[in-house]
Every structure is written in structure tokens, then in C-alpha cells.
């Protein structure tokens, strides 16, 4: 049961994962249409600085389930959280100090992203296989 919660959570996180990649695609596409390939690139490089740290943490996330492992479970919650932070922090730096990169196509794709993930609920149904709040 376990493995199969983890499956599901490690699923859907790579669901939501796939759609802000696919988001900071269409921002890569606009911003390399409208002002060239130096801010596509910038927009793909702000992108990654936003969707990387985020499948390190759904990695770390998803790799325990059940109240059995509810201590494990925590421990990678924060473990994830801490590097999700901490390497979005360092590539945002590693960007800023030693790319040259068009500013806003960084930041408009790093913050297409980041919405998106807060706009996630109303795109996904997150109840599948649920009925009524009971798992079949």
C-alpha cells in the first residue's frame, strides 16, 4: 500500500511539474518570438530555476507514505523543502552573477511558473480514483 501512495503522489507531482514546464515553454516561445533568442534562453534558464528544485523536492517528497513512516514522511517534507530553497537561492545567484541574461524573460518565466503552481488545483482534478473522499 505504501509503494502505491507514493506512486500516485510521485504521479501527480509529476503532472503539475509537466504543465509549468509546458507553461514556461509557451514563455520561452513568446519571449523568443518577441525579443529574440538571448530572452528565450533567459526565460529557459528562469524556468529551470524554478521547475529543477521542484522534482528534487517531489523526489524527496514522495519517497516515503503511510502512518507507519509518518516520521520518515516529515523528515523528507523538510529535507525536500530545505533544498528546494536553498537550490533555488544558488541558481538564481549562479544566474545573476555570472550569466548575461535578459532580466525580465528570467523573471517572467520564473514567475509563470511559481503562479502556476498556485493555479494548479483549478487545472487538475486531484481525485482520481476517489469517490466521495473514500478510495475505492
Not at 529543477?52 to 523543502?81: D, H, K
Request: aromatic share 14%; with cysteine; proline share 1%.
Amino acid at each position: 500500500m505504501s509503494s502505491k501512495l507514493v506512486g500516485r503522489g510521485r504521479k501527480a507531482a509529476l503532472k503539475h511539474i509537466g504543465f509549468q514546464a509546458f507553461l514556461v515553454l509557451a514563455v520561452t516561445l513568446v519571449c523568443g518570438s518577441i525579443w529574440g533568442s538571448h530572452a528565450a534562453m533567459s526565460a529557459v534558464v528562469g524556468g529551470a530555476i524554478y521547475i529543477v528544485p521542484n522534482l528534487i523536492f517531489a523526489w524527496c517528497a514522495f519517497a516515503f507514505a503511510g502512518a507507519r513512516q509518518a516520521r520518515s514522511v516529515v523528515m523528507s517534507l523538510y529535507f525536500g523543502e530545505v533544498v528546494k530553497l536553498v537550490l533555488t537561492i544558488v541558481l538564481f545567484v549562479i544566474a545573476l552573477a555570472w550569466m548575461k541574461l535578459d532580466i525580465l524573460s528570467l523573471y517572467l518565466a520564473f514567475g509563470v511558473a511559481l503562479a502556476a503552481q498556485w493555479s494548479i488545483p483549478f487545472f487538475f482534478n486531484h481525485n482520481d480514483g476517489m469517490k466521495n473522499g473514500c478510495s475505492r
